[in-house]
Structure formats: C-alpha cells, structure tokens
T-cell receptor, first 114, second 113 residues
Framework: LAKTTQPISMDSYEGQEVNITCSHN???????ITWYQQFPSQGPRFIIQ???TKVTNEVASLFIPADRKSSTLSLPRVSLSDTAVYYC???????????????FGKGTKLSVIP | DAGVIQSPRHEVTEMGQEVTLRCKPI?????LFWYRQTMMRGLELLIY????????DSGMPEDRFSAKMPNASFSTLKIQPSEPRDSAVYFC???????????FGQGTRLTVV
C-alpha cells in the first residue's frame, strides 16, 4: 500500500479557502485517492475520491497532478463546522480474491477560527 | 437504511472481564472493517471481512482479541480478558464492493478500569 504524508495540523479563518496537500509517492497505477473527514466523537465520513485531474462535489474539490504523486483537497469558504480531522488514503482498485485495504494515517487536524 | 449500527455506544468494564462489541453493517455490503482509535495510535485497522470471511487480521493486537462474522448482517469483536490499555473507541465500517465509499458506525467507547 502506498504511504501517505500530510500536515499534522492547519489553522484557517472562517470564509477562507483551505487546501490540504497529501503526498503519495509510491501510488500504484490502479490506486485511487480518497479523503475522509472525522468530527470529534464520530466515525470518519467519506468526502471525495479521484483518480486524476480534478473532481468536485458539493463538499470539496480534489486536485491530482499528472504524476499522481500528490493530491490537494480544497475546501471553499470554510466555516466553524468544518473543524475536523481530514484523512488522505490511497485505496487500491478491487483486485479480486476479497483483497481490499482501507488504512488510515494520522490525518490533518483542521481548526477553523472565527 | 439506518447506516452501520454499533452497540453498545459506551462500555465500562473491569480489567479481566470479557467484552463483546457488536456491529450491524449496511444491508448488502460485502466488506466489514473493525478499527480501534486512540489518541496515541490514531485509527488502526484491526481486521476486515469480505462476504463474511476474514481476509486480514494482521492488525489484531493479541490473542485476547477475536472477531467473528456469522452472517452478512452481524459481526462481533471480543476481548477476553480485557486490560486497561484496550481502552479506546472501536469503530465498525462497511462497504459495497466496487463502491468508493465506506460507511462508519458511531463507535463504541470502551473503558477498562
């Protein structure tokens, strides 16, 4: 499994755009990049997944350069309720025989300041 | 669907006692994961099942931990005997094969005194 590296923590003011970058130098050809969000006292929640270029949904955007060795999660105009831990995961495409890993790193603790 | 359901939400037990955590995955999901979360170690994958079969249990810390999935709608994680260092939040998650998203339960906060 490709190892991921992301900042331990980030602070941002309300209303700003926040970009969290994740490095995954050893990503394999069939791997996808997936981000989860975890609020205190709750389980992680899926935000977005991408393979290359740009993916956008109602919560965030995910930017992936051509070499796919890194990715950036972009949260537009954050509010206090976006304070959470954000995890970047490299997830293998289904390879058969029941094999599928979902391994979390330390994540990035985002604190949104009023 | 009500999502992944875990019980109990909180458990306080004395050292040496047996503890059983329960999980009901989302109906139709093929994968079930058990995680443990602590401040020191973060979110650790303990074991996961595919179609009720354990695929990888390399994250299970010791023989005191065991997990079963007798059918597609139920799984248990048992700790026997429990120790204070087992205190953590235990999460269960399920996923549909081929889907991007895994769904997590609300977790069980275990305290061993």
């Amino acid at each position: 499994l490709a190892k991921t590296t992301q900042p331990i923590s980030m602070d941002s003011y309300e209303g700003q755009e926040v970009n969290i970058t994740c490095s995954h130098n050893n990503i394999a050809t069939n791997d996808y990049i997936t981000w989860y969000q975890q609020f205190p006292s709750q389980g992680p929640r899926f935000i977005i997944q991408g393979y290359k270029t740009k993916v956008t949904n109602e919560v965030a955007s995910l930017f992936i350069p051509a070499d796919r060795k890194s990715s950036t999660l972009s949260l537009p105009r954050v509010s206090l309720s976006d304070t959470a831990v954000y995890y970047c995961l490299v997830v293998p495409a289904y390879s058969g025989a029941g094999s599928y890993q979902l391994t979390f790193g330390k994540g990035t603790k985002l604190s949104v300041i009023p | 669907d009500a999502g992944v359901i875990q019980s109990p939400r909180h458990e306080v037990t004395e050292m040496g006692q047996e503890v059983t955590l329960r999980c009901k995955p989302i109906s139709g999901h093929d994968y079930l994961f058990w995680y443990r979360q602590t401040m020191m170690r973060g979110l650790e994958l303990l074991i996961y099942f595919n179609n009720n079969v354990p695929i990888d249990d390399s994250g299970m810390p010791e023989d005191r931990f065991s997990a079963k999935m007798p059918n597609a709608s139920f799984s248990t994680l048992k700790i026997q005997p429990s120790e204070p260092r087992d205190s953590a939040v235990y999460f269960c998650a399920s996923r549909l094969q081929g889907a991007a998203e895994a769904f997590f339960g609300q977790g069980t906060r275990l305290t061993v005194v």
